[in-house]
């Protein structure tokens, strides 16, 4: 069993900043990359920012140079600050965990989520 847990998000004023944090844990052998997705009402969940175990970060092409993806290998922690937010950030965001269990079986496992909303 593999637990991924989130917290941190709430409402915002544009511009304002949130860091959000996501803990893994449970039967993990190793993480190959944590990330964060979001989804909006009535749009199709998609990927935020992405960090693999040697710390290499991927971003979207709408966040990049506003927020910024840090992991803690040690903790199999992740988070997410989120700088100069707009309202079209709004949304629920996820946290996602590209992992190999006890059993040498690799595996992704989601958090239940996080709302996130920018408004004045």
């Known amino acids: 069993q593999v637990q991924v847990v989130e917290s941190g998000g709430g409402l915002v004023q544009p511009g304002g900043s949130l860091r959000l944090s996501c803990a893994a844990s449970g039967s993990i052998s190793s993480i190959n990359a944590m990330g964060w997705y979001r989804q909006a009402p009535g749009k199709q969940r998609e990927l935020v920012a992405v960090?693999?175990?040697?710390?290499?970060?991927n971003y979207a092409d709408s966040v990049k140079g506003r927020f910024t993806i840090s992991r803690d290998n040690a903790k199999n922690t992740v988070s997410l600050q989120m700088d100069s937010l707009k309202p079209e950030d709004t949304a629920v965001y996820y946290c996602?965990?590209?992992?190999?269990?006890?059993?040498?079986?690799?595996?992704?496992?989601w958090g239940r989520g996080t709302q996130v909303t920018v408004s004045s």
């Open positions: 996602n965990v590209d992992a190999v269990n006890t059993a040498r079986a690799r595996f992704t496992s």
């Open positions: 960090i693999t175990s040697g710390g290499s970060r």
